[in-house]
């Protein structure tokens, strides 16, 4: 036998939750963006200016938080608040850790990325 509809187990999140709470970490994630764009115009408008692979590596820094947020939005946003919530969290996570390696590498190996 099968369960009647009506009694279908259906964990979803509102929508006005999931929205609040993809809102929210979307800040966090809109101010990795913004700090990248902001290195990447320090380092582009210097001296020296940004060979190919200083664009491509500064330009990555710019890119990757937005396709993880997204990623993690297409993971988590059919599930519960709280996993959702911390499916975003990862990502954040993820997209430190990217900014610090980031930082790093432009730091040590920073007449490599500038001369263009």
């Known amino acids: ?9 259906d964990h979803r999140a509102p ?4 929205a609040s709470v993809a809102g929210a970490f979307g800040l ?13 115009v ?35 946003h059919r599930r519960r608040a709280g996993a959702f919530a911390l499916v975003l969290l990862a990502g954040l996570g993820l997209v430190a850790v990217f900014w610090l390696n980031i930082l790093s590498y432009s730091i040590t190996a920073g007449a490599s990325l500038l001369g263009g």
């Open 42 to 76: 320090t380092q582009a408008t210097g001296v020296l200016g940004l060979n190919g692979i200083g664009w491509a590596v500064l330009g990555s820094a710019v890119v990757f938080p937005i396709v993880v947020f997204a990623a993690a939005f297409a993971l988590g």
């Open 1 to 9: 036998m099968t369960a009647p509809a009506s009694a279908s187990t």
């Open 28 to 40: 966090f994630y809109a101010y990795a963006v913004w700090v990248a764009v902001g290195h990447l």
């Open 15 to 18: 929508t006005w939750l999931v």
